[in-house]
């Protein structure tokens, strides 16, 4: 069946500008994970939706980030008035509750 | 202390030898835990995924799980250069007042040499 998808798969972007990075998870899958990962680091955790219950928003590194997941299944990440450190590959992963994550491709952030 | 540490290494092992990756977890209560494999430039993948004590054998991969000791491990045996990746540990990390999430590790690189 068909895997998460993440777009654009890359994204050049100038600094003050704001972007939107796109998740779909696996269909039926009730949490949804973003993550992003700096050349050479780990994953850092910024969000995780589960079902209806309130987001957990403690990776979020500041208010110019943001993101929603609309009827229980896309999601959407914003980041306003991108800065060089966002730079980054932004990956998004679902699970069926808190069991195995699925994680997408990736989106390559490059924030000139 | 982390919520789940994994030495960075690289570790180094020859081809055909035994890996041994090694992770601790804090919370006590954990029930799920997870080994991915990330080469680079791609996302992680599952390799094995854990839920009760003792060994759980896939192929050339075990997960070795004791929760006494909040410590799992993932073995590969006969290493191959393809095994050269990044192994992530991801534990089931029980937060009070809210739903519990998955946490990772920091990843282990791991060289296979010929």
């Known amino acids: 069946g068909a895997g998460v998808s993440q777009s654009p798969s890359n994204k050049v972007t100038e600094k003050g500008k704001d972007v939107e990075l796109r998740c779909d998870p696996i269909?039926?899958?009730?949490?949804l994970y973003w993550y992003r990962q700096s050349l050479g680091q780990g994953l850092e955790f910024l969000i995780y939706?589960?079902?209806?219950?309130?987001?957990?928003k403690s990776g979020l590194p500041s208010d110019r980030f943001s993101a929603e997941r609309t009827g229980g299944s896309v999601s959407t990440l914003t980041i306003q008035r991108t800065q060089q450190e966002d730079s980054a590959v932004y990956l998004c992963?679902?699970?069926?509750?808190?069991?195995?994550?699925?994680f997408g491709p990736g989106t390559r952030l490059l924030v000139l | 202390q982390k919520e789940v540490e994994q030495n960075s290494g690289p570790l180094s092992v020859p081809e055909g030898a035994i890996a041994s990756l090694n992770c601790t977890y804090s919370d006590r209560v954990s029930q799920s835990f997870f080994w991915y494999r990330q080469y680079s430039g791609k996302s992680p993948e599952l390799i094995m995924s854990i839920y009760s004590n003792g060994d759980k054998e896939d192929g050339r991969f075990t997960a070795q799980l004791n929760k006494a000791s909040q410590y799992v491990s993932l073995l590969i045996r006969d290493s191959q250069p393809s095994d050269s990746a990044t192994y992530l540990c991801?534990?089931?990390?029980?937060?009070?007042?809210?739903?519990?999430?998955?946490?990772f590790g920091t990843g282990t690189r791991l060289q296979v040499t010929l």
């Open positions: 992963a679902s699970s069926w509750f808190t069991e195995t994550q699925y």
């Open positions: 991801a534990v089931n990390i029980i937060n009070t007042g809210t739903a519990s999430k998955l946490t």
């Open positions: 269909s039926g899958h009730t949490a």
């Open positions: 939706f589960q079902g209806n219950s309130a987001p957990d």
